[in-house]
């Protein structure tokens, strides 16, 4: 999928009005990834749900519902923010699943809902859950022993995982349950996209193996889920995933495990990243450009400066991720020069061109001056959700995109934002 270009907005425009940086989506890609996520769970039996931590935006979350997907949250809050977007927390059906490996503040509170659905990643929160009172249907999030993130740091199944229940010790926790009264009705397991797309092939058959020796144990067993990890490609002339030849696994799964169960099995699958990553840029602006020389340590290189910083974008810090540049309005024939571009914040890995080993990795771009913009493609999935205060700046505000008009999602937060929870309260 081409990146959004948002040539029909003027940024400069906005970039006047709310400032930057700011993030920018493009409403038309998160319907382009929706009907791509329709057509992969049209057939009968499978059922999308959205993994909201990727984005949890309201306008995100409302478009979701009103195409029938459900959601998968992994905090009381997520609940809650779904709910706020129109999702029936009453609801006879499991439209949300609350997937979490630690209940924590408002999230036992939350499984009393009836559309509410707990997926226990430990043993421990079957004995949590009844303590709370909570009597009702579950879900189990099993480790399989396989899986593989996208980078080594999200590793997502094995030994190396933190999440779910180790496959050997799946029993005792069923017992476990079972004795209190929880009637286990989903299975799950998430193994991640893997760096190849064809290990993802690979990996979501094998775990389709892996529920069909395992589901004959399970007396009230209405669904599986297979978890989300459907690859998005962050470089340009990346390989892209086959989504009808995903779709047969996923038909094929349907079909398999109703015959064995002898009843009607939902297959789920819980896209977060795939749907929301290519909908939004990071706008920032360039404010410097510096040099080094090169001496007995290493090379010199040319830093673009810019008012963005892992604050906004944490991806390229936290795990060397790749983000396509770009310079807004650049000339089509404009010379390249590689270049390091590094944000405001007063830490050496505030830089968004490194490498998987955090290595700076010039990016060949355009000449920029000081006060061009520039924008950081790919930052839809774990871009503002994971943005934080860090040396107390406002998280920055949303813009939404929509026949080529732009919409303010959220505002710059302000200083008052920053300090509002602060006290001093005797306990």
Same mark, same amino acid.
């Given at each position: 999928?081409?990146?959004?270009?948002?040539?029909?907005?003027?940024?400069?425009?906005?970039?006047?009005?709310?400032?930057?940086?700011?993030?920018?989506?493009?409403?038309?890609?998160?319907?382009?990834?929706?009907?791509?996520?329709?057509?992969?769970?049209?057939?009968?039996?499978?059922?999308?749900?959205?993994?909201?931590?990727?984005?949890?935006?309201?306008?995100?979350?409302?478009?979701?519902?009103?195409?029938?997907?459900?959601?998968?949250?992994?905090?009381?809050?997520?609940?809650?923010?779904?709910?706020?977007?129109?999702?029936?927390?009453?609801?006879?059906?499991?439209?949300?699943?609350?997937?979490?490996?630690?209940?924590?503040?408002?999230?036992?509170?939350?499984?009393?809902?009836?559309?509410?659905?707990?997926?226990?990643?430990?043993?421990?929160?079957?004995?949590?859950?009844?303590?709370?009172?909570?009597?009702?249907?579950?879900? /189990?999030?099993?480790?399989?022993?396989?899986?593989?993130?996208?980078?080594?740091?999200?590793?997502?199944?094995?030994?190396?995982?933190?999440?779910?229940?180790?496959?050997?010790?799946?029993?005792?926790?069923?017992?476990?349950?079972?004795?209190?009264?929880?009637?286990?009705?989903?299975?799950?397991?998430?193994?991640?996209?893997?760096?190849?797309?064809?290990?993802?092939?690979?990996?979501?058959?094998?775990?389709?193996?892996?529920?069909?020796?395992?589901?004959?144990?399970?007396?009230?067993?209405?669904?599986?889920?297979?978890?989300?990890?459907?690859?998005?490609?962050?470089?340009?002339?990346?390989?892209?995933?086959?989504?009808?030849?995903?779709?047969?696994?996923?038909?094929?799964?349907?079909?398999?495990?109703?015959?064995?169960?002898?009843?009607?099995?939902?297959?789920?699958?819980?896209?977060?990243?795939?749907?929301?990553?290519?909908?939004?840029?990071?706008?920032?602006?360039?404010?410097?450009?510096?040099?080094?020389?090169?001496?007995?340590?290493?090379?010199?290189?040319?830093?673009?400066?810019?008012?963005?910083?892992?604050?906004?974008?944490?991806?390229?810090?936290?795990?060397?991720?790749?983000?396509?540049?770009?310079?807004?309005?650049?000339?089509?024939?404009?010379?390249?020069?590689?270049?390091?571009?590094?944000?405001?914040?007063?830490?050496?890995?505030?830089?968004?061109?490194?490498?998987?080993?955090?290595?700076?990795?010039?990016?060949?771009?355009?000449?920029?001056?000081?006060?061009?913009?520039?924008?950081?493609?790919?930052?839809?999935?774990?871009?503002?959700?994971?943005?934080?205060?860090?040396?107390?700046?406002?998280?920055?505000?949303?813009?939404?995109?929509?026949?080529?008009?732009?919409? /303010?999602?959220?505002?710059?937060?302000?200083?008052?934002?920053?300090?509002?929870?602060?006290?001093?309260?005797?306990?």
């Amino acid at each position: 999928m081409a990146m959004p270009d948002f040539q029909g907005v003027d940024l400069n425009r906005i970039a006047e009005r709310i400032g930057t940086p700011f993030h920018l989506y493009d409403a038309q890609v998160v319907q382009a990834r929706i009907d791509n996520i329709l057509a992969l769970t049209a057939a009968p039996g499978l059922q999308a749900r959205y993994a909201m931590k990727a984005c949890s935006a309201r306008q995100v979350l409302e478009r979701m519902r009103a195409h029938g997907i459900w959601i998968d949250a992994v905090s009381g809050n997520e609940v809650l923010r779904a709910q706020a977007a129109g999702y029936d927390l009453g609801a006879d059906c499991p439209e949300v699943l609350l997937t979490t490996d630690v209940f924590r503040d408002n999230a036992l509170d939350m499984v009393h809902y009836p559309g509410v659905l707990p997926n226990l990643g430990s043993p421990g929160m079957v004995e949590q859950l009844e303590a709370s009172g909570y009597t009702g249907p579950i879900a /189990l999030r099993l480790n399989p022993g396989f899986g593989h993130g996208h980078v080594q740091a999200c590793d997502t199944g094995g030994p190396s995982s933190k999440h779910g229940i180790w496959f050997d010790a799946a029993a005792t926790a069923a017992r476990e349950a079972e004795r209190r009264g929880m009637q286990i009705v989903l299975l799950h397991a998430h193994v991640g996209t893997g760096p190849e797309v064809d290990e993802f092939y690979v990996n979501m058959q094998r775990l389709v193996d892996f529920f069909a020796d395992r589901a004959a144990s399970y007396p009230h067993l209405q669904a599986i889920n297979l978890g989300g990890g459907i690859p998005h490609s962050y470089r340009e002339n990346g390989d892209e995933i086959n989504l009808a030849a995903f779709a047969e696994i996923l038909q094929q799964a349907q079909q398999r495990l109703t015959e064995l169960l002898g009843r009607p099995i939902r297959v789920e699958v819980e896209p977060g990243r795939y749907v929301v990553a290519p909908s939004a840029c990071v706008v920032t602006r360039v404010t410097d450009i510096k040099r080094t020389e090169t001496n007995d340590k290493g090379p010199g290189h040319t830093f673009v400066m810019v008012d963005a910083g892992f604050n906004d974008l944490v991806r390229p810090a936290m795990y060397g991720s790749f983000h396509q540049l770009s310079v807004w309005q650049a000339p089509a024939d404009a010379l390249l020069e590689p270049v390091v571009v590094a944000g405001p914040l007063c830490e050496s890995g505030d830089v968004f061109t490194r490498d998987s080993e955090e290595f700076l990795q010039p990016r060949p771009l355009p000449p920029v001056h000081p006060g061009d913009l520039m924008l950081i493609h790919d930052a839809g999935a774990y871009g503002i959700a994971m943005s934080s205060n860090y040396v107390s700046l406002g998280r920055a505000p949303q813009v939404w995109v929509e026949d080529e008009v732009p919409y /303010l999602m959220s505002r710059r937060e302000t200083f008052e934002d920053v300090v509002r929870t602060e006290c001093f309260t005797a306990l």
